[in-house]
């Protein structure tokens, strides 16, 4: 019989606990993602990236290999110093330097994944927030048995998930390819370090820019507002910064945008969490490493760095919370 | 025991009183909230799911502290907002499901669900469509799926028939009315009368924050001793003549009818003698029955003439 001609009638199952509400909207939120255009593209996008990585770290092993008999970089892979801003490829023993090598090849990785972050954050984070706004979800949400903490968790941790799909599982990919091309016991025990110094990062990153873009969401109920936002963010310092490399020679202007740029503290960060100096200093080569570690470049303003993370990390936070409690105040004024 | 208790709930806005110290005790049921714009409802209800917090009184609902146990309170109600409030890109089955499993529901718990709510409220064919294409009369009966779909004990219902055609909203109160006799309580927030006297077996009249009357709407309605209503047969004029001389107020026409106050309670004599006097034919006396929507502005405007500074005793009419 159709249930409506049987009435309503009362169900006997049992609810879990409140605390758990968070995995819905997690899953939730993965799958209306995912079924935006070209989610798949653009999170696939990460792999290419992880696949150039492992070749590098392919012809490092064949290098490896040929230290006892040091030969000239063939042409055709000269493309390795330019990615790793080495001066010369060293004619020694090369296994001694495998550490800062592979270092320097996830530190580039950053740079390359920090753009794919700006991509992923605008088309997924943009709305996430922003449409709930939009649309007033917001009271549908809170009459459920969820506070605005485990609302912020399920959407921070979508965003995280989306965020790591182009950065963690790329690096990862690199790694495992890495090891497995190369003297896999000998090569893991030089870089299990690495390993939980790229994961650990990856997910600060992710995390990180999670929290800029869902603050940036809550402020506006226009996606596009928010991606123009997300864009300005990121990329405005730095194109003023160069613009005024050329204008005006000298430190002042330069440092001041490097301080607040997202871009520059994540790059610092970057060398700071994967010890690119340490790794450098320590396979007794600093100066082959010449224009990409060991100048102390990165390691000097990291403290200052952490500071400015640390201190958008609080406000974007205060943002988040402020901006969804204030939907309460709106219901009760309708 | 009651479903909703408040003792002396006040909220502020600043220097705005929302609600002055309201103490209620509403016994399951299907309860209509009712009052002009600004009177506190909405207010009132997003104080109950703990939405914002109470300046000072105290509350429970189905047994649980309003402002300590607010989610235990959420798991049990459900809630019917005014505003569309959808999730964008989501289907109606995927939308029910979603609000399901946010109330704690397991996933394939949830789907059975939806998709039997939605059959409930007659959504069956439109299941699969995404819920910003409903027209105005079907995401009001989502917005009920959603709400139902935990099988709370308490539904609250902001202006739920708003914007509905009228086989709409005889649907929407049909299933309310259903949903009164499987034993879950509604509070009904409605602007629309009929739809809260059809529905409703009693309701609360707030204004201006505060409870101005509250009872069973049978008994707010009941037949007053003063007044009735007749029809004759025979000279209007005459009659209305006679009426005057002994003493009985003619407040009214009601179709073709006379609305009457007497001078003292159940003196229905002097509607007879005056008709004797007058020569017509009493065709029909009765005593006067007020519609809720008198029972309202009654109330309303009994407010609106007191003075600052009296206080304001709400009515209280059986429970």
Known sequence: MPVRRRGYHRWKGKLSSARWTWPAILSNGLRLGMKQKGASLLLWSGLPIAVVAGLLFYFMAVLEKQTAHPVQLPNELRFILWFLRMDRIPSLDIGKLI???????????????????????????????????????????????????????????????????????????????????????????????????????????????????????????????????????????????????????????????????????????????????????????????????????????????????????????????????????????? | ????????????????????????????????????????????????????????????????????????????????????????????????????????????????????????????????????????????????AQALVHDPQLVFLDEPTNGMDPRGRRLMLDLMKGLGRRGVSLLLSSHLLPDVEQVCESVIVLGRGRVLAEGLIEKMRRPSARRCSVRIRGDAERFRSSLSRVGVDVCGEDGGGLDLLLPDDGRHDLVVRAAVEAGVQLRELRPHRSSLEQVFLQAIESQQGMKLGQSAEPARTGA
Request: net charge positive.
């Open chain 2, 1 to 144: 025991m009651p479903i909703i208790a408040l003792d002396q709930f006040t909220k502020r806005y600043g220097r705005i009183t929302a609600l002055d110290s309201v103490s209620l005790a509403i016994e399951p049921g299907v309860i209509g909230l009712l009052g002009p714009n600004g009177a506190g409802k909405s207010t009132l209800i997003s104080l109950l799911l703990g939405h914002t917090r109470i300046t000072s009184g105290s509350g429970t609902v189905l047994g649980h502290d309003i402002g300590r146990e607010q989610r235990s309170i959420r798991q049990q109600t459900g809630y019917v907002p005014e505003s569309e409030c959808f999730i964008p890109g989501m289907s109606g089955v995927g939308y029910v499901c979603y609000a399901g499993r946010l109330a704690g529901m397991s996933r394939s718990s949830a789907m059975q669900r939806a998709h039997e709510m939605l059959d409930l409220v007659e959504l069956e064919n439109e299941r699969y469509r995404p819920v910003e294409t409903y027209s105005a009369g079907m995401k009001q009966r989502v917005k009920l």
């Open chain 1, 99 to 334: 550490v800062p090598m592979w270092t320097l090849v996830f530190a580039r990785l950053f740079q390359l994944e920090l753009l794919l972050i700006l991509l992923v954050q605008s088309k997924f984070g943009a709305n996430q927030i922003a449409g709930d706004l939009r649309t007033d979800a917001l009271p549908i949400y809170f009459s459920k048995p969820i506070t605005v903490w485990t609302y912020l968790l399920g959407k921070w941790l979508i965003m995280m998930a989306f965020a790591s799909a182009v950065m963690l599982v790329p690096n990862l990919v690199a790694y495992v390819a890495g090891v497995l091309l190369s003297d896999t016991v000998t090569q893991f025990r030089a870089t299990a370090g690495l390993l939980a110094r790229i994961t650990a990062h990856s997910l600060l990153l992710a995390g990180l820019s999670s929290l800029i873009i869902l603050a940036l969401s809550s402020l506006t109920r226009d996606r596009r507002l928010v991606s123009v936002a997300w864009f300005a963010i990121a990329l405005l310092p730095i194109a003023i910064q160069a613009v005024l490399d050329d204008a005006v020679p000298g430190r002042y202007a330069t440092g001041l945008l490097g301080a607040v740029s997202l871009q520059r503290n994540f790059g610092r960060l970057t060398y700071w969490m994967l010890d690119v100096d340490g790794a450098v200093t320590s396979s007794g080569h600093a100066k082959l490493f010449g224009s990409a570690a060991g100048s102390g470049l990165y390691g000097a303003d990291l403290g200052y760095s952490v500071a400015v993370l640390a201190a958008i990390t609080a406000v974007c936070l205060l943002i988040c919370l402020k901006r969804v409690r204030r939907f309460q105040v709106a219901v009760a004024n309708a």
